[in-house]
């Protein structure tokens, strides 16, 4: 008898870890999709007059948050909008000459970009000011990840930006520490292009 | 070989030992005697103590030190990458204005 109870209560175990283990899988199918894109540029860096390489993985981020202080109201919000990320990816280079870089680097990146990305801003000036932003809309409140592609004439710079953005707190960060209103919400609801 | 005996009374007779032999002697027993009473087990023990609290007190304070020093890294990398996020950001939404 204490065999057979033994077993079923194993069988039981089991059953609750496969369970968990598949819940776990199915509950996060889009954040597994939501890969780093490749945004290896460094062939440009010997072109550049100035280069800014910065990848905070998870654990540095977390790092990094604890050494915001918490006193400043500024750093505080930033340490509560960055809690959620998974990963910050920049790369930014500034050239002395126009077309130091080519069309292809910049298609490259967008081409990346498929679903479950969306782009919620497209712009192409006449000075060859060309600025992409897209979201992954994770709900309505938050925004699964952020990726900015800014192709100006002497300078390219890629942002992606990983994990839970709530939208929120993106707007309390409003005027503060330099991070003017990016208005992904109204822009969304426009989808103003 | 062989010794004849004069030769063997001669090689195993008695030689007086060198003045200061007995001196010698006597001065490496003090001296152990002395090491001994200075380094007691006790003070040993103790200094042993000292120096692993040390050892393990300077070793918590390089690693402090390193992480205090990659997390300020890492703050200044994030504040840096917002930075450029938000000016990106801006350059955006001046265009989108200016359209």
């Not at chain 1, 479950?116 to 192409?124: A, S």
């Amino acid at each position: 008898l204490t065999f057979i109870k033994e077993t079923l209560m194993r069988r039981y175990v089991l059953s609750i870890l496969f369970f968990s283990l598949a819940v776990g899988f199915t509950a996060s199918p889009l954040a597994a999709q939501l890969r780093k894109l490749d945004i290896n540029l460094s062939h440009l860096e010997s072109q550049a007059s100035e280069t800014v390489e910065i990848t905070l993985e998870k654990e540095v981020l977390r790092l990094a948050t604890r050494f915001l202080s918490g006193q400043a109201a500024d750093e505080r919000q930033i340490r509560d909008l960055v809690q959620g990320l998974t990963g910050i990816y920049v790369r930014s280079f500034e050239f002395k000459r126009n077309n130091a870089y080519s069309a292809s680097d910049v298609e490259r990146i967008r081409a990346q970009l498929g679903r479950p990305w969306e782009r919620i801003v497209k712009v192409r000036s006449s000075t060859s000011d060309n600025v992409d932003i897209f979201i992954y809309p994770r709900t309505d409140d938050i925004v699964g990840g952020l990726v900015i592609i800014a192709a100006e004439p002497r300078e390219l710079t890629v942002v992606q930006i990983l994990g839970d953005i709530p939208l929120d707190r993106i707007s309390s960060l409003d005027g503060q520490f330099g991070i003017p209103r990016m208005g992904l919400e109204q822009t969304r609801s426009k989808g103003k292009k | 070989m062989k010794l004849d005996e004069t030769e063997l009374r001669n090689a195993l007779r008695r030689k007086p030992a060198p003045p200061e032999l007995a001196d010698r002697i006597m001065m490496q027993i003090e001296d152990g005697e002395r090491m001994r009473s200075r380094f007691s087990p006790r003070m040993l023990a103790a200094a042993a103590l000292v120096f692993l609290t040390l050892g393990i007190g300077t070793v918590h304070e390089v690693r402090s030190e390193l992480e205090r020093r990659r997390g300020e890294e890492a703050r200044q990398q994030l504040l840096l990458a917002l930075s450029i996020t938000a000016e990106k950001a801006s350059l955006a939404r001046r265009l989108i204005g200016s359209d």
